[in-house]
């Protein structure tokens, strides 16, 4: 089981329709079987997409706009910790992030995801993408929180150029790096591609309506296009939840062999 704190799954959309095992809402909107905004639904489809046999628990965290509080998401956090053993939650995946303000040692949302470590659960988490400044200059120090956490599984975004082979892909120029602000915590411990990534949306999400020439297909199969840090760690998430079906790995070890 993959916990997803996002802005929430659909449950209408072929991609995950069979795979998604519980809602749990957080945002206080009582609705946490619909996904307003797409970007919950993108990411579980990618998931799904590397590892089919995975099952989704979504917990809706962000709302319609894509905006939410950190108190949801650490609520999210710590439900997924307390009833990890119920729902086999053994990861979290959290496309999402705010900017560094403080030692990770401080900063709440890093010890939520230092908690779910210490209970076993590997967190991936987005790098951020503040990998540029509108001028083309590279930015670094941009990861975002949690993903400055020493506990997370930190994931930046790859450029594949629409190809398989490996040979041509290259750091996608959005993707923040690190040394994280603050602590200097070498980030992000791996990248997965993130470029032009497509994968579900409801057909009447925000994003859909914001993006339509990113649009593919209609009704239940409705993909687009997205990319960014969030769908790299959707992919290292789905990476991760393979990695039991080869041996059962603790979160330290699971980050040693992803990264090898």
Same mark, same amino acid.
Request: aromatic share 2%; no cysteine.
């Given at each position: 089981i993959v916990a997803v704190i996002d802005t929430g799954v659909d449950a209408r959309h072929r991609a995950v329709r069979g795979g998604l095992a519980l809602s749990v809402d957080f945002t206080g909107a009582g609705n946490g079987q619909r996904d307003e905004n797409g970007h919950g639904t993108h990411v579980a489809g990618i998931i799904r997409a590397v590892a089919p046999d995975a099952h989704i628990v979504s917990l809706k965290a962000m709302g319609a706009d894509g905006s939410g509080s950190t108190s949801s998401v650490i609520a999210a956090i710590?439900?997924?910790i307390e009833h990890r053993l119920a729902w086999n939650i053994k990861i979290i995946n959290v496309s999402l992030g705010?900017?560094?303000?403080?030692?990770?040692?401080?900063?709440?949302l890093c010890q939520a995801v230092q908690r779910a470590t210490d209970a076993g659960i590997l967190v991936t988490v987005a790098a951020g993408n503040v990998?540029?400044? =509108?001028?083309?200059?590279?930015?670094?120090?941009?990861?975002?929180?949690?993903?400055?956490?020493?506990? =997370?599984?930190?994931?930046g975004a790859?450029?594949?150029?629409?190809?398989?082979?490996?040979?041509?892909?290259?750091?996608?120029?959005?993707?923040?790096?690190?040394?994280?602000?603050?602590?200097?915590?070498?980030?992000?411990?791996?990248?997965?591609p993130g470029n032009r990534i497509l994968s579900a949306v409801p057909k009447d999400a925000y994003l859909a309506n914001l993006l339509p020439e990113r649009v593919v297909g209609r009704g239940p199969e409705t993909a687009m296009e997205l990319s960014g840090t969030s769908m790299s760690a959707a992919v290292a998430a789905g990476a991760a939840a393979l990695l039991p079906d080869a041996r059962p790995t603790k979160p330290g070890e699971a980050k040693v062999v992803l990264q090898f």
């Open positions: 710590e439900w997924a705010h900017p560094v303000m403080e030692s990770a040692q401080d900063d709440p990998g540029k400044l =509108a001028d083309g200059r590279p930015v670094i120090g941009g990861i975002s929180s949690p993903g400055n956490s020493p506990a =997370a599984l930190t994931v790859l450029n594949t150029r629409q190809t398989a082979a490996r040979s041509d892909d290259v750091m996608a120029t959005y993707s923040s790096r690190g040394p994280t602000m603050i602590d200097g915590v070498l980030k992000p411990e791996l990248v997965a």
